[in-house]
């Protein structure tokens, strides 16, 4: 079955850099969009950035553009996030998330994702 681990969540001052890595497994991984996603307390599940199956297009959601960028490395079956600049409000529980539907160019919405990591937790102290 399709898993995906999660990877690089801690607790950062703000400012510093982490890097998150999603190691996926039980799935033709260089066919789909991987996303990444995050939940703060109290708020819901929202976007940061997803990445096209080849690796050649991405999205990143207004508050992280700038300052976070995803990646992929298709012959590892991974995908990274890049996070700059942290501030305390990027602290939450971030998701890697892949696509459900194969060379499918990429979807925002959590619906298009099919299959969920565990979540990693980046705290950001202030």
């Known amino acids: 079955q399709v898993q995906l681990v999660e990877s690089g969540g801690g607790l950062v001052q703000a400012g510093d850099s982490l890097r998150l890595s999603c190691a996926a497994s039980?799935?033709?991984?260089?066919?789909?969009?991987m996303g990444w996603f995050r939940q703060a307390p109290g708020k819901v599940r929202e976007v940061v950035s997803v990445?096209?199956?080849?690796?050649?297009?991405?999205y990143s959601a207004d508050a992280v553009k700038g300052r976070f960028t995803i990646s992929r490395d298709n012959a590892k079956n991974t995908v990274y996030l890049q996070m700059n600049s942290l501030k305390f409000e990027d602290t939450a529980v971030y998701y890697c998330a892949a696509d459900r539907i194969a060379r499918r160019e990429f979807s925002t919405t959590a619906a298009a994702f099919g299959y969920w990591g565990q979540g990693t937790q980046v705290t950001v102290s202030s």
């Open positions: 039980g799935m033709s991984f260089s066919n789909y969009a």
């Open positions: 990445i096209n199956w080849s690796g050649g297009n991405a």
